[in-house]
Nanobody, 125 residues
């Protein structure tokens, strides 16, 4: 099992930036594809970005392409989400998730085994 702890959330103005971090503990991190999801009040949890453990391929939701960047540092057991050009509609709780031994990137919540507790991101206009 992978234990995940997110940090870096907070309040930002529209057009600003935030960097989220997700620290993982547990041996399978290097063989887990990682994802960031977000959930706004009264809405479903949606895929934001993912990175595979094979070749580090990445994928993004259309709404964040060109603004967000996901990366991972396996030596530090950490995955990051750099968020630039933030918009009020990016306001949500952001969750980090791990899909153990999954070679590709899934956009489905059901394909992820482990989840962090979430970190709040609020973007003011």
């Amino acid at each position: 099992q992978v234990q995940l702890v997110e940090s870096g959330g907070g309040l930002a103005q529209a057009g600003g930036s935030l960097r989220l971090s997700c620290a993982a503990s547990g041996r399978p991190f290097s063989t887990s594809s990682m994802g960031w999801f977000r959930q706004a009040p009264w809405k479903e949890r949606d895929f934001v970005a993912g990175i595979s453990w094979i070749r580090g391929n990445t994928d993004y939701a259309d709404s964040v392409k060109g603004r967000f960047t996901i990366s991972r540092d396996d030596a530090k057991n950490t995955v990051y989400l750099q968020m630039n050009s933030l918009k009020p509609e990016d306001t949500a709780i952001y969750y980090c998730a791990a899909a153990r031994l999954r070679p590709g990137i899934s956009v489905s919540v059901a394909d992820y085994n482990d989840w962090g507790q979430g970190t709040q991101v609020t973007v003011s206009s």
